[in-house]
């Protein structure tokens, strides 16, 4: 026995038709999917790269030391700008043509968490060097007090004399 429904489907016929309707709004809504058109002023992926390493970096400096940061009176997007030779509108147009390109996206976030991942090495091996001078210095002040304290013990030796 087969279930009618007021209009004369069967479930069946109904579950077929929703499914039908479904998937014909599927594909119409996909169809309308937006075209990767190139921008007038293309940034290499390179180029696009350096800049959200430097985005990146701006950020994290600003989140580690907001006030600090503040007294350089730095504008970070106007720096980005500056530095690349390029303006909002241009940034945005290359923002979104690499979002829609999937791999190149991936490849520009991969190269930008290797340039990050390095720039981090530097600057820890430049800790490390300081955190070895300041050992040495230490040292260097500690050997100048032994002295001088030896000196003043001599001095005291030969006046006593």
């Not at 109904?14 to 996909?30: D, G, P, T």
């Not at 970070?76 to 303006?87: G, L």
């Given at each position: ?123 820890d091996s430049l800790d490390n060097i300081k955190d070895s001078l300041r050992r040495e210095k230490r040292k260097l002040q500690k050997t100048k007090i032994k002295d001088s304290v030896a000196l003043q013990k001599d001095l005291i030796k030969a006046d006593k004399k």
């Open positions: 026995m087969i279930l009618k429904t007021q209009n004369g489907l069967s479930l069946i016929d109904r579950a077929y038709l929703v499914f039908l309707v479904l998937a014909v709004y599927l594909v119409w809504s996909c169809s309308d999917v937006q075209k990767r058109t190139e921008p007038e002023h293309l940034l290499s992926q390179e180029e696009m790269t350096e800049i959200y390493t430097d985005m990146l970096m701006l950020d994290a400096v600003y989140r580690t030391n907001p006030k600090k940061f503040e007294s350089y009176q730095l504008e970070p997007t106007a720096h980005i700008y500056n530095k690349f030779d390029i303006d909002s509108l241009i940034l945005a147009q290359n923002m979104s043509y690499y979002n829609l390109d999937f791999e190149a996206n991936l490849e520009i976030y991969e190269q930008v968490r290797k340039n990050i991942e390095r720039k981090k090495q530097l600057i």
